[in-house]
T-cell receptor, first 115, second 114 residues
């Protein structure tokens, strides 16, 4: 079974600064996907970024980028130019290819962006 | 992007009664939907996989007789919490994958059992 660990329960960052959220995972699979999801106070889950394990290039989406280290089984999220709207719970998630599209979520990191 | 809706958004029921939560994919067909449970300030826990036209697959530890899932069509899955008790109070979220290989989540349903 896969496990996803987020070791930072809470983080805060000043507006316009950069913050990095950590995620590590444990799996024996070689083909899989990794995701970061955002859950704002509305509780609507929103996909932030996705990384295919077979791709060496780190995924980026505007102000969001990841540092994917496959050998180390690490998948951190960097948020640049933080905005107040980035305040949310962030979940790292794992999905193995051919596993019925099931997601395994980490415990989450509550990020607060402050003025 | 694709949209998944849930109804109701919040429901209060008395202990011992049953409550049904609907999950709909509004602009795409979903042969598979997922139901999650989330306690306050905790992560999402997968309860079951809902398969159109067949029985749901439940995760270990989830009572299939308490949480009845029916995937009646390619756009609708329902979760019925039977004989609800206060410990069933939680936030229930459904999700569905579209053909673009992205999972979309519903806005969730808050269940309060009194």
């Amino acid at each position: 079974a896969q496990t996803v660990t987020q070791s930072q329960p809470e983080m805060s960052v000043q507006e316009a600064e950069t913050v990095t959220l950590s995620c590590t995972y444990d799996t024996s699979e070689n083909n899989y996907y990794l995701f970061w999801y955002k859950q704002p106070p509305s509780r609507q889950m929103i996909l932030v970024i996705r990384q295919e394990a077979y791709k060496q290039q780190n995924a980026t989406e505007n102000r969001f980028s990841v540092n994917f280290q496959k050998a180390a089984k690490s998948f951190s999220l960097k948020i640049s130019d933080s905005q107040l709207g980035d305040t949310a719970m962030y979940f790292c998630a794992f999905m193995k290819t051919g596993g019925g599209n099931k997601l395994t979520f980490g415990t989450g990191t509550q990020l607060k962006v402050e003025l | 992007g694709a949209v998944v809706s849930q109804h109701p958004s919040w429901v209060i029921c008395k202990s011992g009664t049953s409550v049904k939560i609907e999950c709909r994919s509004l602009d795409f067909q979903a042969t598979t939907m997922f139901w999650y449970r989330q306690f306050p300030k905790q992560s999402l826990m997968l309860m079951a996989t809902s398969n159109e036209g067949s029985k749901a697959t439940y995760e270990q530890g989830v009572e299939k007789d308490k949480f009845l899932i029916n995937h009646a069509s390619l756009t609708l899955s329902t979760l019925t919490v039977t004989s609800a008790h206060p410990e069933d109070s939680s936030f229930y979220i459904c999700s569905a994958w579209d053909t673009a290989y992205e999972q979309y989540f519903g806005p969730g349903t808050r269940l309060t059992v009194t």
